[in-house]
């Protein structure tokens, strides 16, 4: 097998250790006589996994004690309704503000909306999002339920270098990007929330991290499975959980362990996002970050080659060079490069080194 | 690898040739140099695998042209929220009656109370829901906005032989337990949904067979995520797809195929069946079915030892021979043997001929 560099936003490349052990066992978990994804939840042996899986997340993520990690069906975007629902009735005046640095956090806004008041606060729209707004949090109105960010912008290639202190207000993260490739003070926050699919698993489900005191508040006409009380109470699994993302996680988390856990891991996401960014500001102006240096996303690299009718010559070499899926979102174009925890350092080096070469050939 | 045989209720048996191809090609799927789990949603071969599933599901369920197929997230228990939320607006009284055969109707019934008046017109639990209730749909309300049924009740062992025809009210069906196990007449429902992990493949995600006029009337409370339309304008991928499950899914319905198709899995269900109700049946009086005999289901099979005492026996001896999971849920007691489309003949023999010995020894 010819294994290639995947570029690709979402879904994305998973360690190899962790597919190969997978493989290895799909036909036969813990010698059960079955799959892994044939084994029911409420088995004992299901039910261990899980309860590993939450304390190897606790432990990496740094995770204090008056948190709850809840496994959540329906991905990330679920989530921009279950927030509301969860979270909105925490004051009187059902408001919650946005910080917009990108599409993600407009669609949560929009769709929380529905629910209440949903504000936009401050918002980098105007400059396409090319780096993350500023705004003073202290001029937040007291009967702010929580304030919604979204912590690395995928599309855009931005993230927020150093999160605001919210006090009372909870501040809610979208770390769907970003999740254990870096290292967080979670004590900032409210509630974060990730769908599997970048730096943790396949796609189907999510991970939401809350602080304790903010479950059990939910509106009444919350559908029962997004409201928390109801994964908090029954262990995730008030009905089938996804299994198979659950094992999925368990394996990249003891992938990320071994690897010396989230300090490690964000030491060598800094070097693999150095090599590219290098390779674009050593091109004298033949490829062009998108964002603004000082917000640059160490998990997305957008950019652009400043002559845009090589593009496609761009994407066909890169193809043949084992560099799939470097094709820019439209709103941003050009090309994104995703360099979730799993990409290996030599994709990054054999991705700048293909720059500079095409770069040296075409300019 | 010594493969047991599965009696449990879901997650459940897969058939063994879908593992093994999936396990084959796990680290690169189609050549493409990467696991399926690793490959974009969005990319040629993925749209493409997602629209050979509709197309294999269409074709084995007999599917009309007037029906849409929707890949949901959350398992079947989301839809008991989703449905009243897209229903219920059909008619200005918002009201919607329940068939109750089960638990999974009366938690349905609970849910859709949120959103408008959710009338229980027949149940059977006053004996267990031992037995299908009958009932007289051309008594139901003409303001009713749909009827909600569950055709197979995994709990108990019942189920729908014979389907109401309700007329101009859109009959909808929770067939969790039984898509694609028998042949269907979707031309008198207006909705049946599945969640996968029975008949279909991993946990996570489900099927929404849904009449095309039905979409598009959802309360403006409806997260995105649960609406219809939402799933029908995107080809189900307003966000990202649990992509496992739809690669699944499409294994499972070409093994479907390669054995005859429905018609004659239905066939070979009856058959099966049978072998473990006739073992019940000639035990004169050791093994009592717990559903009555009208109303029994192919899908899962109650019983009970006339001994109760000897169950722990039972279910520790059957494990000796490959069978496992034949533990009864707690509000039936005794036992379950849920034989889906991928329990082999040989393991329903296995399991008459274990049960025929044990009655004949501790008798």
Redesign the interface.
Known sequence: ????F?F???????P?PV??K??EE???WKG????V?????R?AEFEALLTETDNLLRELAGLPENFDILYV??????Q???IP?NLMPLKPAHKAAFIESGHWTVLARK?AA??GKAVTVASSEASNFNHIPDYDVSTLDADTSYVHITSNNTLFGTRWNEFPDTGDIPLVADMTSELMSRVIDYNKFGLVFA?L?KNL?????AAVLIRKDLIGHAM???????NYDTYAKNHSM????????VY?MNLVLHWLKDQGGVPAMEKINAHKAKIIYDAIDNSTGFYRGAAQKDFRSQMNITFTLANSELDKKFLDEAQGH?L??LKGHRVVGGMRASIYNAMPVAGCQTLADFMADFARRNG
């Open positions: 097998m010819n294994r290639i995947n690709g936003a979402g879904p994305a490349m998973l190899l597919l190969e997978a493989k799909f036909l036969d059960l006589g079955m799959s994804i044939e084994v029911s939840h088995s069906h329906g991905s990330a975007q679920m921009f309704a279950a629902l769709e529905r629910y769908g699919q698993g396949p796609s189907g489900m009444p006409q919350t559908p029962n499975l997004l008030p009905n089938t959980i996804n299994t198979f993302a999925m084992g799939y899926a």
